[in-house]
Protein backbone atom coordinates (compact mmCIF):
# COMPACT_ATOMS: atom_id res chain seq x y z
CA UNK A 1 0.00 0.00 0.00
CA UNK A 2 1.26 3.67 -0.83
CA UNK A 3 1.79 6.29 2.12
CA UNK A 4 -1.24 8.01 3.08
CA UNK A 5 -3.32 5.60 0.92
CA UNK A 6 -6.34 3.64 1.62
CA UNK A 7 -7.16 0.98 -0.33
CA UNK A 8 -10.59 -0.53 -1.85
CA UNK A 9 -9.96 -4.49 -1.69
CA UNK A 10 -12.43 -6.61 -3.11
CA UNK A 11 -13.09 -10.12 -1.90
CA UNK A 12 -13.85 -12.27 -5.32
CA UNK A 13 -13.35 -14.74 -7.41
CA UNK A 14 -14.77 -12.85 -10.30
CA UNK A 15 -11.75 -11.37 -12.80
CA UNK A 16 -14.53 -9.36 -14.53
CA UNK A 17 -15.69 -7.57 -11.38
CA UNK A 18 -12.40 -7.27 -9.99
CA UNK A 19 -11.32 -5.53 -13.18
CA UNK A 20 -14.06 -3.14 -13.51
CA UNK A 21 -13.86 -1.96 -9.64
CA UNK A 22 -9.97 -1.37 -10.62
CA UNK A 23 -10.58 0.69 -13.91
CA UNK A 24 -13.65 2.43 -11.29
CA UNK A 25 -11.28 3.20 -8.23
CA UNK A 26 -8.13 4.35 -10.73
CA UNK A 27 -9.16 7.88 -10.73
CA UNK A 28 -10.41 7.70 -7.03
CA UNK A 29 -8.02 10.24 -4.88
CA UNK A 30 -6.51 8.53 -1.86
CA UNK A 31 -7.00 4.86 -2.57
CA UNK A 32 -5.87 1.92 -4.50
CA UNK A 33 -7.44 -1.28 -5.53
CA UNK A 34 -6.54 -4.60 -3.92
CA UNK A 35 -8.02 -7.80 -5.35
CA UNK A 36 -8.66 -10.74 -2.75
CA UNK A 37 -9.74 -14.00 -3.67
CA UNK A 38 -10.60 -15.57 -0.14
CA UNK A 39 -12.36 -13.76 2.86
CA UNK A 40 -10.15 -15.76 4.91
CA UNK A 41 -6.92 -13.89 3.67
CA UNK A 42 -8.52 -10.75 5.68
CA UNK A 43 -9.05 -12.83 8.79
CA UNK A 44 -6.05 -13.72 9.01
CA UNK A 45 -3.80 -10.34 8.20
CA UNK A 46 -6.70 -7.74 8.66
CA UNK A 47 -6.43 -4.55 6.94
CA UNK A 48 -5.82 -0.66 8.24
CA UNK A 49 -8.58 1.04 9.87
CA UNK A 50 -9.76 3.49 6.59
CA UNK A 51 -9.59 0.52 4.00
CA UNK A 52 -13.04 -0.32 2.65
CA UNK A 53 -14.17 -4.10 1.76
CA UNK A 54 -16.11 -5.09 -1.06
CA UNK A 55 -17.44 -8.38 -0.67
CA UNK A 56 -18.87 -10.19 -3.73
CA UNK A 57 -22.31 -11.66 -3.15
CA UNK A 58 -21.52 -14.51 -5.61
CA UNK A 59 -18.03 -15.80 -3.56
CA UNK A 60 -18.33 -19.90 -3.89
CA UNK A 61 -15.29 -19.91 -1.53
CA UNK A 62 -17.92 -18.83 1.90
CA UNK A 63 -21.67 -17.69 2.01
CA UNK A 64 -20.98 -13.78 1.73
CA UNK A 65 -22.99 -13.00 5.05
CA UNK A 66 -21.01 -15.67 6.80
CA UNK A 67 -17.92 -14.03 5.61
CA UNK A 68 -19.15 -10.57 6.54
CA UNK A 69 -19.69 -11.89 10.18
CA UNK A 70 -16.42 -12.71 10.42
CA UNK A 71 -14.67 -9.97 9.02
CA UNK A 72 -17.00 -6.99 10.59
CA UNK A 73 -15.44 -8.96 13.92
CA UNK A 74 -11.76 -8.76 13.23
CA UNK A 75 -11.69 -5.09 10.96
CA UNK A 76 -12.33 -1.33 11.54
CA UNK A 77 -12.97 -1.04 7.93
CA UNK A 78 -16.49 -0.26 6.59
CA UNK A 79 -17.41 -3.30 4.27
CA UNK A 80 -20.29 -3.75 1.78
CA UNK A 81 -21.86 -6.38 0.12
CA UNK A 82 -21.95 -6.38 -4.03
CA UNK A 83 -25.08 -7.92 -4.83
CA UNK A 84 -27.54 -7.74 -8.26
CA UNK A 85 -28.92 -5.06 -8.81
CA UNK A 86 -32.68 -6.45 -8.26
CA UNK A 87 -31.77 -8.42 -5.02
CA UNK A 88 -34.41 -6.55 -2.32
CA UNK A 89 -33.65 -8.33 0.39
CA UNK A 90 -29.95 -7.75 0.88
CA UNK A 91 -29.50 -4.67 2.82
CA UNK A 92 -31.77 -5.78 5.43
CA UNK A 93 -29.33 -8.85 5.71
CA UNK A 94 -26.33 -6.98 5.14
CA UNK A 95 -26.98 -4.93 8.15
CA UNK A 96 -27.96 -7.86 10.17
CA UNK A 97 -24.09 -9.50 9.41
CA UNK A 98 -23.05 -6.23 10.28
CA UNK A 99 -21.91 -4.67 6.67
CA UNK A 100 -22.22 -0.66 6.38
CA UNK A 101 -24.30 -1.54 3.32
CA UNK A 102 -24.68 -2.57 -0.18
CA UNK A 103 -23.84 -1.60 -3.62
CA UNK A 104 -25.68 -3.21 -7.03
CA UNK A 105 -23.42 -4.63 -9.58
CA UNK A 106 -21.97 -3.67 -11.92
CA UNK A 107 -20.07 -0.97 -9.81
CA UNK A 108 -18.88 2.21 -11.32
CA UNK A 109 -16.83 5.03 -10.41
CA UNK A 110 -19.79 6.76 -8.70
CA UNK A 111 -20.84 4.19 -6.81
CA UNK A 112 -17.32 3.89 -5.48
CA UNK A 113 -17.35 7.59 -4.41
CA UNK A 114 -20.45 7.77 -2.91
CA UNK A 115 -19.64 4.98 -0.89
CA UNK A 116 -15.91 6.21 -0.14
CA UNK A 117 -17.44 9.34 0.75
CA UNK A 118 -19.88 7.84 3.19
CA UNK A 119 -19.26 8.86 7.06
CA UNK A 120 -17.53 6.15 8.50
CA UNK A 121 -19.87 4.55 11.27
CA UNK A 122 -19.78 1.71 13.90
CA UNK A 123 -21.09 -1.92 12.57
CA UNK A 124 -24.18 -2.68 14.02
CA UNK A 125 -24.38 -5.16 17.14
CA UNK A 126 -25.49 -8.96 16.66
CA UNK A 127 -28.54 -9.29 18.25
CA UNK A 128 -29.23 -10.27 21.82
CA UNK A 129 -31.43 -12.95 22.69
CA UNK A 130 -34.32 -11.53 24.29
CA UNK A 131 -35.51 -11.68 28.00
CA UNK A 132 -38.80 -11.81 29.29
CA UNK A 133 -41.45 -13.44 30.87
CA UNK A 134 -44.36 -13.30 28.33
CA UNK A 135 -44.39 -15.90 25.59
CA UNK A 136 -44.04 -14.32 22.48
CA UNK A 137 -45.31 -17.04 19.54
CA UNK A 138 -43.96 -15.11 16.34
CA UNK A 139 -40.65 -14.30 17.89
CA UNK A 140 -38.86 -13.86 14.66
CA UNK A 141 -40.94 -10.81 13.67
CA UNK A 142 -40.00 -9.86 17.83
CA UNK A 143 -36.19 -10.04 16.84
CA UNK A 144 -36.50 -8.17 13.60
CA UNK A 145 -38.14 -5.32 15.06
CA UNK A 146 -36.04 -5.06 17.60
CA UNK A 147 -33.26 -4.43 15.04
CA UNK A 148 -34.77 -2.25 12.52
CA UNK A 149 -37.78 -0.61 14.65
CA UNK A 150 -40.33 -2.00 11.96
CA UNK A 151 -40.40 -5.92 10.47
CA UNK A 152 -38.91 -5.79 7.50
CA UNK A 153 -41.02 -8.77 5.62
CA UNK A 154 -38.55 -9.41 2.93
CA UNK A 155 -35.77 -10.14 5.71
CA UNK A 156 -38.62 -12.16 7.48
CA UNK A 157 -39.31 -14.25 4.39
CA UNK A 158 -35.50 -15.06 4.23
CA UNK A 159 -34.67 -16.01 7.67
CA UNK A 160 -37.74 -18.01 8.44
CA UNK A 161 -39.69 -21.04 7.23
CA UNK A 162 -42.46 -20.17 5.32
CA UNK A 163 -44.32 -23.59 7.09
CA UNK A 164 -43.76 -23.44 10.19
CA UNK A 165 -42.64 -19.80 10.90
CA UNK A 166 -39.38 -20.67 12.97
CA UNK A 167 -35.85 -19.98 11.71
CA UNK A 168 -34.27 -21.99 8.71
CA UNK A 169 -31.19 -23.62 8.33
CA UNK A 170 -29.22 -20.11 7.33
CA UNK A 171 -30.10 -18.46 10.35
CA UNK A 172 -29.45 -21.68 12.15
CA UNK A 173 -25.87 -22.13 11.03
CA UNK A 174 -25.23 -18.42 11.71
CA UNK A 175 -26.27 -18.89 15.33
CA UNK A 176 -24.72 -21.74 16.04
CA UNK A 177 -21.66 -20.11 15.94
CA UNK A 178 -22.72 -17.18 17.47
CA UNK A 179 -24.48 -19.20 20.48
CA UNK A 180 -21.16 -21.74 20.47
CA UNK A 181 -18.89 -18.84 20.75
CA UNK A 182 -20.98 -16.98 23.45
CA UNK A 183 -21.14 -20.04 25.75
CA UNK A 184 -17.12 -20.32 25.40
CA UNK A 185 -16.90 -16.65 26.33
CA UNK A 186 -18.40 -16.43 29.58
CA UNK A 187 -18.02 -20.23 30.18
CA UNK A 188 -21.73 -21.00 30.27
CA UNK A 189 -23.34 -24.55 29.33
CA UNK A 190 -24.89 -24.95 25.96
CA UNK A 191 -27.09 -27.18 24.48
CA UNK A 192 -28.12 -28.44 20.86
CA UNK A 193 -30.72 -30.67 20.43
CA UNK A 194 -32.05 -32.35 16.93
CA UNK A 195 -35.06 -34.21 17.38
CA UNK A 196 -37.66 -34.80 13.80
CA UNK A 197 -39.51 -37.47 12.36
CA UNK A 198 -39.34 -40.72 9.51
CA UNK A 199 -42.55 -39.51 8.09
CA UNK A 200 -44.20 -36.81 5.99
CA UNK A 201 -47.19 -34.87 7.57
CA UNK A 202 -49.39 -31.73 6.43
CA UNK A 203 -48.40 -28.36 6.87
CA UNK A 204 -50.87 -28.19 9.09
CA UNK A 205 -49.43 -31.13 10.90
CA UNK A 206 -46.16 -29.36 11.15
CA UNK A 207 -47.67 -26.09 12.45
CA UNK A 208 -48.78 -27.79 15.43
CA UNK A 209 -46.04 -28.96 16.07
CA UNK A 210 -43.92 -25.73 15.63
CA UNK A 211 -46.60 -24.34 18.09
CA UNK A 212 -45.39 -26.88 20.34
CA UNK A 213 -42.07 -26.38 20.47
CA UNK A 214 -42.87 -22.65 21.08
CA UNK A 215 -44.97 -23.59 24.29
CA UNK A 216 -42.22 -25.59 25.52
CA UNK A 217 -39.17 -23.41 25.10
CA UNK A 218 -38.09 -20.40 26.87
CA UNK A 219 -37.78 -16.63 24.72
CA UNK A 220 -34.09 -17.27 24.78
CA UNK A 221 -33.93 -20.73 22.77
CA UNK A 222 -33.14 -20.73 19.24
CA UNK A 223 -35.68 -22.94 17.18
CA UNK A 224 -35.47 -23.88 13.34
CA UNK A 225 -36.15 -25.93 11.12
CA UNK A 226 -33.21 -28.32 9.72
CA UNK A 227 -34.61 -29.89 6.59
CA UNK A 228 -37.72 -31.60 5.82
CA UNK A 229 -38.74 -33.80 9.02
CA UNK A 230 -36.09 -32.42 11.38
CA UNK A 231 -35.63 -29.54 13.77
CA UNK A 232 -32.28 -27.77 15.33
CA UNK A 233 -32.57 -26.43 18.57
CA UNK A 234 -29.86 -24.21 20.81
CA UNK A 235 -30.87 -24.04 24.58
CA UNK A 236 -28.32 -21.26 26.17
CA UNK A 237 -27.30 -21.61 29.85
CA UNK A 238 -28.72 -25.39 29.30
CA UNK A 239 -26.71 -28.67 30.21
CA UNK A 240 -28.04 -31.84 29.27
CA UNK A 241 -30.87 -32.55 31.93
CA UNK A 242 -32.37 -29.50 30.90
CA UNK A 243 -32.64 -30.29 27.04
CA UNK A 244 -34.01 -34.03 28.26
CA UNK A 245 -36.58 -32.28 29.98
CA UNK A 246 -37.82 -30.02 27.58
CA UNK A 247 -37.37 -32.99 25.19
CA UNK A 248 -39.57 -34.67 26.83
CA UNK A 249 -42.24 -32.10 26.77
CA UNK A 250 -42.41 -31.67 23.95
CA UNK A 251 -42.65 -35.65 22.91
CA UNK A 252 -45.52 -35.98 25.43
CA UNK A 253 -47.47 -32.47 24.02
CA UNK A 254 -47.09 -34.05 20.35
CA UNK A 255 -48.41 -37.60 21.50
CA UNK A 256 -51.50 -36.01 23.61
CA UNK A 257 -52.36 -34.15 20.42
CA UNK A 258 -52.56 -37.19 18.68
CA UNK A 259 -50.45 -36.08 15.70
CA UNK A 260 -50.11 -38.30 12.97
CA UNK A 261 -48.58 -38.15 9.69
CA UNK A 262 -49.81 -38.60 6.26
CA UNK A 263 -51.18 -42.15 6.39
CA UNK A 264 -51.99 -41.72 9.60
CA UNK A 265 -49.37 -43.25 11.85
CA UNK A 266 -49.16 -41.59 15.26
CA UNK A 267 -45.70 -39.12 14.92
CA UNK A 268 -42.98 -40.32 16.51
CA UNK A 269 -40.27 -37.86 17.60
CA UNK A 270 -36.75 -39.10 18.14
CA UNK A 271 -34.75 -36.78 19.78
CA UNK A 272 -30.87 -36.52 20.17
CA UNK A 273 -28.94 -33.91 22.58
CA UNK A 274 -25.40 -32.92 22.87
CA UNK A 275 -23.96 -30.28 25.56
CA UNK A 276 -20.97 -28.55 26.68
CA UNK A 277 -18.75 -27.73 28.34
CA UNK A 278 -17.46 -31.56 27.38
CA UNK A 279 -14.01 -33.07 26.82
CA UNK A 280 -14.81 -33.47 23.27
CA UNK A 281 -16.23 -30.51 21.75
CA UNK A 282 -14.09 -28.09 21.09
CA UNK A 283 -15.17 -26.23 18.22
CA UNK A 284 -18.80 -25.60 16.64
CA UNK A 285 -18.66 -28.37 14.31
CA UNK A 286 -18.29 -30.93 17.52
CA UNK A 287 -21.69 -29.76 19.01
CA UNK A 288 -23.86 -30.37 15.99
CA UNK A 289 -22.31 -33.55 15.30
CA UNK A 290 -22.81 -35.10 18.50
CA UNK A 291 -26.31 -34.03 18.36
CA UNK A 292 -26.71 -35.37 14.79
CA UNK A 293 -25.58 -39.03 16.20
CA UNK A 294 -27.51 -39.01 18.74
CA UNK A 295 -30.54 -37.94 16.90
CA UNK A 296 -29.91 -40.87 14.56
CA UNK A 297 -29.49 -43.63 17.45
CA UNK A 298 -32.59 -42.20 18.64
CA UNK A 299 -34.43 -42.70 15.70
CA UNK A 300 -34.08 -46.64 16.03
CA UNK A 301 -36.20 -46.00 19.23
CA UNK A 302 -38.17 -43.08 18.86
CA UNK A 303 -36.63 -42.13 22.28
CA UNK A 304 -34.16 -39.38 23.47
CA UNK A 305 -30.42 -40.12 23.29
CA UNK A 306 -28.16 -38.08 25.08
CA UNK A 307 -24.19 -38.11 23.02
CA UNK A 308 -21.78 -39.39 26.11
Same mark, same amino acid.
Given at each position: ????? =??? =?????? &????? %?? @??????? %??FEFAWVRQHQ??????? $???????? +???????? $?? &???????????????? $???? +?? =???EGIAHFCGAT????????????? @? *???????AAPALPQAGRGSEKDKHFPDALLRDLSGSVDQHVVNVLVDPETQLFNFAFLNYKLDEE???? #?RFGMPLSCVMLG? &??ECSESVLRELAGIFLSASRDTDVLGRFDVSSFLFFLPSTGPDGAQIM???? #????? #? #???????? +????????ISSMPH? @??? @?? &?? *????????? $??AQKTGGVVTSA
Open positions: MGDGL =RTV =RLVSGD &ESLAS %AI @KAASSGL %AGELVTRPP $VAGDVILL +DARMTSAN $VY &EACRQLVGKTRCRTYI $VVEK +DN =RVAGTVARPVSAADLR @K *LLGATDRFKRA #QF &EAAKRV #QDAAR #Q #QGLRDLVG +DPLSIAVGP @KIT @KR &ED *LFSRARAAF $VE
